[in-house]
């Protein structure tokens, strides 16, 4: 069932997710300012995004454990914290130290804040509104980065560097109490949870939820369906827009600002599709992969610079990946029981986020490696250089698909045993015409 306060309670954890992605992608707007700020040289100011990412992966499983022992609630409310105290500490930073250790907080609260919230989900709703509303949440997310690189920008131009981090400091503050005032972590009348268990029977748990293979289904789901969209979105895409594409800061704006809107059209699509067909979910994921890999292979491919139409469809697909990557979580879900949904959760999420760091690396190591060589004399940024650099997508997006292939084996053989068999997809398609045909028929016959 849906209990009466869900949706407040949903509401409340959206605002958190909302607000700590806003938090997650400020500094992505800042790099001018923050490098006269801390006289830091260009490599220095992406060690902090790379740090914060590093310590968001790093703690996903940890807090995946304690969300399952403590609750959202309580998790909620110490990643508010974390993340307001890490923008107090950057609104008055003034060394590279003092940055480092805002975006350290602000990575440890942002890691706290997703894994809680989906946690709720399925504690208050009834469970076929689950997926539509995990994807709904994510998407929630994209405001949240609509926020940090609008509103937060203006106030960063207009009253400085302090006042806008102040502000984003202030909003974890409401979120806080919001959490702490409003948000309950079960409904009423629901089973209370078992004592807290052990340090052995923790591992015990993470164990048991790595050993299932939908958990692993979902990692290797979120691994390579979100990766490239974060790469894109929060490091390369913007220096391959302007510097190998030619684009001027206006037309990658409005490019990022139609990823955004792509990813929110995108969300309760998917939504509506994982719920109607949970057989299908991995299929849509490998076809997510292949339409990114396609779509980047265009872009490398073509001679010359590509024209505007090819990079809008690039930004598209890429969006995709975003509500694509919400599925692993439904893996998660559905594979495990309610007491390891935290853990199964933090697991998947790690996926992603793992990619992304490599990919991030390897990209730059690659950028580098030309430009030292002389492979590059377009310049470090230089079209011919990125279309060498950026091909580490195929590795991995080729290597996720195989993995993803080889572990839904495993998952049906699993499936099987309790008598669920998924059928081909041509024999599921015809199926479904069969059913199409036989509804027309009758809605012809009652006329």
């Keep these: 069932m849906t209990y009466p306060r869900a949706w407040l309670i949903w509401i409340i954890g959206v605002f958190a997710y909302l607000v700590a992605v806003s938090q997650r992608t400020s500094f992505g707007v800042v790099g001018l300012e923050a490098t006269a700020r801390f006289h830091a040289s260009a490599a220095e100011i992406s060690f902090f995004t790379v740090l914060q990412l590093l310590v968001y992966a790093a703690l996903q499983i940890p807090v995946g454990i304690l969300v399952d022992r403590f609750g959202s609630r309580a998790m909620l409310a110490g990643g508010a914290l974390l993340m ?78 302090t006042p806008a981090f102040l502000t984003l400091a202030g909003m974890s503050g409401l979120a806080l109490v919001l959490t702490v005032v409003l948000l309950q972590d079960l409904p009423p009348g629901h089973p209370a949870p078992a004592p807290a268990q052990g340090l052995r029977a923790t591992g015990v748990s993470l164990g048991d939820a790595w050993r299932q293979p939908g958990t692993r289904l979902g990692l290797w789901s979120h691994f390579t369906v979100q990766f490239s969209g974060t790469v894109f979105a929060m490091t390369w895409g913007y220096p391959f827009l302007i510097s ?29 599709f994982v719920a109607r067909h949970p057989l299908r979910r991995s299929t849509m994921v490998l076809l997510i992969s292949g339409a990114t890999a396609a779509a980047w292979a265009a872009v490398l491919l073509q001679p010359g610079r590509s024209p505007l139409w090819l990079l809008a469809v690039l930004v598209v697909v890429l969006a995709i990946g975003g509500p694509g990557s919400m599925i692993g979580f439904d893996f998660a879900r559905t594979f495990n029981p309610a007491h390891r949904i935290g853990t199964a959760t933090g697991i998947v999420n790690v996926g ?85 045909a036989e509804r027309r028929r009758d809605g012809g016959t009652a006329r």
Excluded: E
């Design 352 to 436: 992603g986020f793992i990619a992304a760091l490599l990919a991030i690396f390897l990209i730059g190591l690659a950028l580098d490696f030309q430009h030292g060589a002389g492979l590059s004399p377009g310049g470090l940024y230089s079209l011919d250089a990125f279309r060498v650099a950026l091909c580490v997508h195929f590795v991995l997006l080729g290597g996720g698909a195989t993995a993803i292939l080889i572990i839904r084996r495993k998952v049906r053989r699993q499936m099987a045993a309790q008598g669920v068999v998924v059928p081909p997809l041509r024999d599921a398609i015809a199926r479904q015409r069969r059913v199409v």
């Design 244 to 272: 190998a594409q030619g684009l001027n800061a206006g037309t990658v704006s409005a490019l990022m600002a139609l990823y955004v809107a792509a990813a929110i059209v995108a969300g309760p699509l998917m939504g509506s």
């Design 84 to 161: 307001g105290l890490g923008q107090l500490q950057l609104a008055f930073a003034d060394s590279i130290p003092g940055g480092v250790l805002g975006r350290v907080l602000v990575g440890a609260g942002d890691a706290m804040t997703f894994v809680s919230v989906i946690r709720l989900i399925p504690l208050w709703f009834a469970a076929s509104r689950v997926p539509l509303l995990t994807q709904l949440t994510g998407m929630s997310g994209q405001l949240g980065q609509l926020f940090s690189v609008v509103p937060f920008a203006l106030i960063l131009h207009s009253a400085g560097w």
